[in-house]
């Protein structure tokens, strides 16, 4: 009797113990959300600085269209390329300071484009920016992870408003401070990178304290609910929404570059009015990334993604032909929906490879960055050589590869439960 009682007994404070752990674990820390996305709104308002500099540069310096094109290749190259390397290495050797110092890059490179006299600084300091904006991504998304208490679509919906809110503040704050008085006012802004550093030295901090049992928990549940999923399957899922991210930052690319000079070429309106439209749609933008995050934990995110790729078809299809009145009304849907999948598709891959995260954070952050230069001047090449509304014409039929997600598997969260 004594001995068949006494291992309930000794086995019942460690499975207390293993219960109050696993409850710990899949609190969300709202906290450490708030302080990442305020601090990936700064990182993003500092980056977008770099191309509302160009009118300045180019009269200050001297600079062509093709001197421009390089800055905005330079800086795409570093923000972009080095992302998946950096999730790589933390992912082995998580670095909790890591975000702190990638900041620091982007505080050496404000101070150096603010003071910019030659096209090699200009280089050097938008890579210095770029780089601190690669290493930033990947271990904020990581973060995001460990701190969602399971629910990761709202926490990557979180994170990801802060950057969408921020670049599209750069540029009204670059109006306001930076054009009517010159280059040397972007020195202002390395206050916002002071403000990120001393923000991220704190989540560094939680970080470090949390990392051993975080990184285990917020791993276990997923996998052991997700469905075993063959590697050949994985690869292809991953190669989808690879194709997917192409198709919606191409499109983004096209509204966010070009959607002014649509309007103003169709509907003849004032440039004042068409950056209204603009920043309409941009606010739209930034209310579908909350939203789609949050919709995925609760049904699923392949039914996000469907919804958010192939559902905006018929509105794109639409767009090029409407009078001006549903062309602002199409924008505002197109930015909701389409903006709703980014945190679907990282999740959905996060879960796919859940011991890669900051690797599959780095590589689609990466490609999201690349897919909007390459597609900035893509298009721009195109709109040269025919119109801009044959641009857009064409660029409405990017959605229908949102038919390639039937072929995802199903990982939805229900089965969790």
């Not at 293993?18 to 996305?37: E, G, P």
């Not at 909790?96 to 150096?112: I, N, W």
């Not at 900035?376 to 641009?391: M, P």
């Amino acid at each position: 009797m004594s001995t068949s009682s006494s291992p309930s007994t000794s086995s019942s404070p460690s499975a207390t113990t293993t219960a109050v752990t696993s409850a710990a674990a899949q609190k969300t820390v709202f906290s450490i959300l708030l302080a990442i996305s305020f601090s990936h709104l700064l990182n993003d308002t500092m980056q977008s600085l770099i191309p509302s500099t160009y009118p300045l540069l180019k009269n200050s310096l001297h600079l062509d269209f093709g001197q421009l094109g390089l800055i905005t290749f330079t800086f795409q190259l570093t923000a972009s390329l080095l992302q998946p390397f950096v999730g790589l290495y933390t992912d082995k050797k998580p670095q909790p300071y890591s975000l702190a110092a990638g900041m620091c890059f982007t505080l050496v490179g404000l101070v150096l484009l603010s003071q910019a006299a030659s096209f090699p600084m200009v280089l050097v300091a938008v890579a210095l920016v770029g780089i601190g904006s690669s290493i930033f991504h990947p271990e904020a998304s990581r973060l995001a992870y460990m701190a969602s208490g399971g629910r990761r679509g709202m926490a990557q919906s979180l994170f990801q408003v802060g950057g969408n809110a921020g670049a599209s503040l750069g540029p009204l704050l670059a109006a306001q401070i930076i054009a009517p008085y010159g280059q040397s006012r972007i020195l202002w802004f390395c206050l916002f990178a002071l403000l990120a550093i001393g923000i991220l030295l704190q989540t560094g901090s939680w970080y470090s304290r949390n990392l051993d049992r975080r990184s285990k928990k917020s791993g276990g549940p997923a996998s052991a609910a997700t469905p075993a999923i063959p590697s050949s399957r994985i690869a292809m899922a991953l190669s989808i929404l690879l194709i997917l991210i192409f198709s919606k930052y191409f499109y983004m690319s096209s509204m966010s570059s070009y959607y002014t000079f649509f309007l103003i070429d169709k509907f003849h309106v004032s440039v004042q009015h068409s950056q209204m439209m603009l920043f309409l749609f941009l606010f739209a933008v930034a209310a579908g990334t909350i939203i789609g995050g949050p919709i995925g934990d609760r049904i699923g995110r392949k039914y996000v993604i469907w919804f958010s790729i192939l559902g905006v078809a018929p509105f794109t299809l639409l767009l090029p032909y409407a009078n001006l009145f549903w062309t602002g009304v199409l924008s505002v849907c197109i930015g909701v929906i389409l903006a709703s999948a980014f945190s679907a598709i990282l999740v959905y891959a996060q879960e796919l490879l859940p011991g890669k995260v900051g690797l599959i954070s780095g590589l689609f952050f990466g490609l999201a960055f690349g897919m909007g230069g390459i597609g900035a001047a893509v298009l721009g090449k195109l709109a040269d050589n025919t119109s801009i509304g044959h641009v857009f014409r064409l660029c409405a039929f990017l959605p229908l590869l949102g038919l390639l997600t039937g072929l995802l598997p199903d990982t939805s969260p229900r089965k969790q439960r």
